[in-house]
């Protein structure tokens, strides 16, 4: 079983940045792919980033590349996410991901994911 936490979630005006952490128990994750999704209210959950543990290969979705930067710590098994230029329609709760994958394909799907943190809210202002 792998426990993950997210944390770094808050109220941001648009164009600031925030740096969201994801820290994983119950397992080395040196083995597994991390993802970060994301569910703004009345919409279903979309595909933000994924790092591949291995090699710490990242994949971003479109709407965020540019912007966003996935990074992992070996050391405190944790995965961040750092946003910049952050607009209004990225209020959403944020939420990581893992799955145990030694492969080379990037995981952009939500049904491809084992372990789910409980979502920290990120709120960007106007």
């Known amino acids: 079983q792998v426990q993950l936490v997210e944390s770094g979630g808050g109220l941001v005006q648009a164009g600031g940045s925030l740096r969201l952490s994801c820290a994983a128990s119950?397992?080395?994750?040196?083995?597994?792919?991390m993802g970060w999704f994301r569910q703004a209210p009345g919409k279903e959950r979309e595909f933000v980033g994924t790092i591949r543990w291995s090699d710490s290969s990242t994949y971003y979705a479109e709407s965020v590349k540019g912007r966003c930067t996935i990074s992992r710590d070996n050391a405190k098994n944790t995965v961040y996410l750092q946003m910049n230029s952050l607009k209004p329609v990225d209020t959403a709760v944020y939420y990581c991901?893992?799955?145990?994958?030694?492969?080379?394909?990037?995981?952009?799907?939500?049904?491809?994911?084992?372990?789910w943190g409980q979502g920290t809210q990120v709120t960007v202002a106007s």
């Open positions: 991901a893992a799955q145990w994958y030694s492969g080379s394909y990037y995981f952009t799907k939500e049904s491809q994911y084992r372990y």
């Open positions: 119950g397992r080395t994750l040196s083995s597994y792919v």
